[in-house]
């Protein structure tokens, strides 16, 4: 599996980004699709997830209500459409794809990582 993440840039505080993440490799229903966040000096923390359905999702309290999570079959991608950004959502955004079928929020859940992709929100 290969995982190709997207889409990070600078922004206003109050701004939108889309990320992208494009999945190759294996049979993309199959899997769980994540997104992780890791700012300067912290540990990795876990954002938003989505089934391997589609029909459900999970995510972290801090960005419920902005951000959503969203899957395309058709294109092999999976997207955080990120609203009303805070500086405190400046970080290095990796998605993540994990075997199974439900919204997974636990890393070791997660079997592959692309590579990150930063943003950067100013006040």
């Known amino acids: 599996v290969q995982l190709q993440a997207s889409g990070g840039g600078a922004v206003q505080a109050g701004g939108s980004l889309r990320l992208s993440c494009a999945f190759s490799?294996?049979?993309?229903?199959?899997?769980?699709m994540g997104w992780y966040r890791q700012a300067p000096g912290k540990e990795r923390a876990f954002v938003a997830a989505?089934?391997?359905?589609?029909?459900?999702?999970n995510y972290a309290d801090s960005v419920k209500g902005r951000f959503t999570i969203s899957r395309d079959y058709a294109k092999n991608t999976v997207y955080l459409q990120m609203n009303s950004l805070k500086p405190e959502d400046t970080a290095v955004y990796y998605c993540?794809?994990?075997?199974?079928?439900?919204?997974?929020?636990?890393?070791?859940?997660?079997?592959?990582w692309g590579q990150g992709t930063l943003v950067t929100v100013s006040s």
């Open positions: 989505i089934s391997r359905g589609g029909g459900t999702t």
């Open positions: 490799g294996r049979t993309f229903s199959s899997y769980v």
């Open positions: 993540a794809a994990g075997y199974g079928s439900s919204a997974k929020t636990q890393p070791d859940n997660y079997n592959y």
